[in-house]
């Protein structure tokens, strides 16, 4: 069973959230051929200066 991990900055909705776990569930099903019930997908929210990219804080930008 495929277990899907994704962190993104915390301020997406949860309608914006569906639609992604939907569309990675979709894309997980076709190219690995599985069934959609063993597709789970782990969302966290970070938040942005808890986040750094070439050492500088994304709530620093």
């Known amino acids: 069973m495929p277990t899907i991990n994704i962190q993104l900055f915390e301020g997406r909705t949860i309608e914006q959230k569906r639609e992604l776990a939907k569309a990675i569930t979709e894309a997980t099903v076709n190219t690995l051929k599985c069934s959609p019930s063993a597709v789970d ?15 500088k804080l994304w709530s620093d930008q």
């Open 41 to 55: 997908i782990i969302m966290t929210d970070v938040k942005k200066e808890n986040w750094a990219t070439a050492g």
